[in-house]
C-alpha cells in the first residue's frame, strides 16, 4: 500500500494547521515533520513547539526526520509532545543500535535515513530492528530539490534484502517527489512517499495530495 507523507517544511507556516487539514482531506496518512539544526544540515527549521501545537490539531500519526547532531538528546522530547514515528540520520550517529532501540522504548516507530551518498550497506546490522528505512533522493536541508535519479537503485536493493532476510521494515522516500517521478520511486519499492513542494508550493494541497497518491497507486499496480 502507498502512503503519502506530505512534508511541512513548504507549508506556509502561518496557516499551518489549515495546510496540515488540507493534505489530510486529500488522503495523506502522516505528517512528515523536518527537524533541523544548522549543523548535520545546512539550515534550521521546526522545534518542539511547533510540533507541540502540531499535535493540537491532527490525529495523524507524525513522522519526525531528525536532521541534527546528536538526536538522542531531542527524542525524548518529541516522544512526550506525542510523535508517533522517529527517523535519526546513521550520518550523524555513533552508536545507532542504541539510539533505535532508545525510539522503540518511547514507544515509537524507529527509523534510519540515509543520505543519497551513503550506501545500504552500512545498515546491514540495523535493519532487524528498525520500522523503516528512509532514502533521501536529496541531499537534506531544502525543500523543492531536484530528485537524484542514482538514489533508486537502494530502494530496489532494501526491497531485496527484506525479502531475502524475511524482515519487514517499509522503505520510506524523501526528496523530489512529485508527479514526475513518483512512478520511478514506487516501481523501486518505495512505499511511503513523503512529497514537500509537490503538495505545499503551489496549488490546493488538498487536490495535490489526491494527484500524488493517485499516480502512486497506479504505479504500484502496475507493479504487480
Ligand atoms: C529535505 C527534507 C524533505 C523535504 C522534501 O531535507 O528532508 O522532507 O521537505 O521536500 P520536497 O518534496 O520539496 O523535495
Ligand atoms: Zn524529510
Known amino acids: 500500500m502507498i502512503e503519502l507523507a506530505p512534508s511541512i517544511l513548504s507549508a ?5 494547521g489549515e495546510q496540515v487539514h488540507a493534505a489530510s482531506a486529500g488522503g495523506a496518512s502522516l505528517i512528515h515533520v523536518d527537524v533541523m539544526d544548522g549543523h548535520f544540515v545546512p539550515n534550521l527549521t521546526i522545534g518542539p513547539p511547533v510540533v507541540k501545537s502540531l499535535r493540537k490539531v491532527t490525529d495523524l500519526p507524525l513522522d519526525c526526520h531528525l536532521m541534527i547532531d546528536n538526536p538522542d538528546e531531542f527524542i525524548p522530547v518529541f516522544a512526550e509532545l506525542g510523535v508517533n514515528w522517529i527517523s535519526v540520520h546513521q ?9 533505535l532501540h532508545l525510539i522503540r522504548s518511547h514507544n515509537c516507530q524507529a527509523g534510519v535515513v540515509i543520505n543519497p551518498a551513503t550506501p545500504v550497506e552500512t545498515l546491514s546490522e540495523v535493519l532487524d530492528i528498525v520500522d523503516y528505512v528512509l532514502v533521501m533522493s536529496v541531499n537534506p536541508g531544502f525543500g523543492a530539490q531536484k530528485f ?4 533508486l537503485h537502494k530502494m530496489r536493493r532494501l526491497t531485496e534484502i527484506r525479502s531475502q532476510r524475511g524482515l519487514d521494515y517499509r522503505i520510506e522516500v524523501d526528496g523530489g517527489v512529485a508527479l514526475d517521478t513518483i512512478a520511478d520511486v514506487v516501481r523501486s519499492g518505495a512505499e511511503i512517499l513523503v512529497a514537500g513542494n509537490a503538495v505545499f508550493g503551489s496549488g490546493d494541497p488538498k487536490k495535490n495530495a489526491e494527484e500524488l497518491l493517485r499516480a502512486g497507486t497506479e504505479a504500484a499496480l502496475q507493479k504487480v
Open 12 to 16: 506556509d507556516f502561518a496557516r499551518l
Open 91 to 99: 550520518e550523524a550517529v555513533r552508536h545507532l543500535n542504541r539510539t
Open 148 to 151: 537524484i535519479p542514482s538514489t
